[in-house]
Structure formats: structure tokens, C-alpha cells
């Protein structure tokens, strides 16, 4: 089974940061920074930290597994995060130099409904998830701690 691991990345701001994904022929939509996680990761959690790392040159801090997403071959594992540091000009990861993957454009969006509601968050389910989480105002308080 394939295993990835994302980020729901809380700023000091109470903010989000999302990637803008352009591609040809695709209408835009935004992911949450993350990635695959590989044979040479002591964890999931160590994956998503070099993910963070490969893909907005980032520090954060782990707060708890947030949601799950299987399907019959792969797993998506959200873990809600405090972000320290990024910087999207020093990104490293192979797939900013791969011909034909589109742009990938790093964005702050507010912690809110309407923030979300302004975007097309893939997948769904994690918007979802997220709309409901931002409605009981879990998540900014709990990303502050």
C-alpha cells in the first residue's frame, strides 16, 4: 500500500499555507504540502517532515494525526501542524525541476469557511473535514497550543 503524508500548515497568523497547482488543460486547484512516504523514513511522521522540508524549505511542528484517507491501494495520512519557518524560494524537492508537472505557486489562505470556500481543495474530503474542524474552532487554537 502507498503511503502519503500531508500537512494542514497553521501560521503564527492564523492562516494556511496551500500550494496553487496549474497545470495544462486542468482547471487550478490547491493541495496541502506533503508528499509519498519512502522506504528510508524512520516515520510517517519523519516523511512529513522532509516533505515540508523539500517543498516550501520549511520547519514545522507535528500536532496530532488530524484524518485518514484509504482507498484500496493507497493511504493519505493529515497531520495538523504549526509552521516555523518556510521559505518557497529555497524549495528542493524533484518535482519543482520535473518538464510538464505545471506550476506549483505556495498561497496563505485565512483559517476560516470563507477561506476554503475560496478555493478548490483536493481532495474534497479533506475540505470537508477541514470545514467541520474550522466550524467548532479547533484547529487555530489547537495548532497554538
Same mark, same amino acid.
Not at 500548515?9 to 490547491?30: E, F
Given at each position: 500500500m502507498n503511503e502519503r503524508v500531508r500537512a494542514v500548515? %497553521? +501560521? @503564527? /497568523? /492564523? +492562516?494556511? !499555507? %496551500?500550494? *496553487? *497547482? @496549474?497545470? $495544462? /488543460?486542468? $482547471? %487550478? #486547484?490547491?493541495v496541502l504540502p506533503g508528499g509519498g512516504v519512502e522506504p528510508r523514513d524512520e516515520s510517517r511522521e519523519a516523511a512529513l517532515h522532509r516533505e515540508i522540508h523539500e517543498e516550501i524549505a520549511g520547519k514545522a511542528d507535528v500536532v496530532r494525526l488530524l484524518h485518514t484517507m484509504e482507498s484500496d491501494d493507497d493511504r493519505q495520512l493529515f497531520y495538523l501542524a504549526r509552521i516555523v519557518t518556510w521559505s518557497f524560494e529555497d524549495r528542493t524537492g524533484p518535482e519543482f525541476s520535473a518538464e510538464g508537472r505545471g506550476e #506549483? @505557486? !505556495?498561497e496563505e489562505i485565512p483559517l476560516t469557511v470563507e477561506g476554503l470556500d475560496g478555493i478548490d481543495l483536493k481532495p474534497e474530503e479533506i475540505a470537508h473535514v477541514l470545514r467541520g474542524a474550522i466550524s467548532a474552532g479547533a484547529l487555530g487554537a489547537e495548532a497554538a497550543r
Open positions: 500548515l %497553521v +501560521t @503564527a /497568523d /492564523d +492562516t494556511m !499555507l %496551500v500550494i *496553487r *497547482r @496549474a497545470k $495544462p /488543460d486542468i $482547471p %487550478v #486547484y490547491w #506549483y @505557486a !505556495l
